[in-house]
């Protein structure tokens, strides 16, 4: 699997930024969709994750209630729409696809990585 993570910039505190994953390479019916981030001096933390096909969405408590994740299964993008940013939320966005019931919360169980993209929200 192939992916392609977009959508990142530079916003102010309360703002909102859609971040994109397009996928592609193979049939994606098995896998999960799911979004990292990293922070520089942290570790690489889940945000959430997407079932490709039917399947419960999860949230990371840290963005529950702010970030939403949807699926366009037509165009095969999963997209991160980020509402009410606030500064620690700042830091390199990734989307990864994994085998659905293994990838879960931990980045190692995700196979494929997009490139990341960088998100920064001033004060």
């Known amino acids: 699997v192939q992916l392609q993570a977009s959508g990142g910039g530079l916003v102010q505190a309360g703002d909102s930024l859609r971040l994109s994953c397009a996928a592609s390479?193979?049939?994606?019916?098995?896998?999960?969709i799911g979004w990292f981030r990293q922070a520089p001096g942290n570790e690489r933390e889940f945000v959430g994750r997407?079932?490709?096909?039917?399947?419960?969405?999860n949230y990371a408590d840290s963005v529950k209630g702010r970030f939403t994740i949807s699926r366009d299964n037509a165009k095969d993008t999963v997209h991160l729409l980020m509402s009410s940013l606030k500064p620690e939320d700042t830091a390199v966005y990734y989307c990864?696809?994994?085998?659905?019931?293994?990838?879960?919360?931990?980045?190692?169980?995700?196979?494929?990585w997009g490139q990341g993209t960088q998100v920064t929200v001033s004060s």
């Open positions: 990864a696809a994994g085998v659905r019931g293994r990838a879960n919360y931990y980045a190692h169980e995700y196979d494929s």
């Open positions: 997407i079932p490709w096909s039917l399947g419960s969405i």
């Open positions: 390479g193979r049939d994606l019916s098995n896998y999960v």
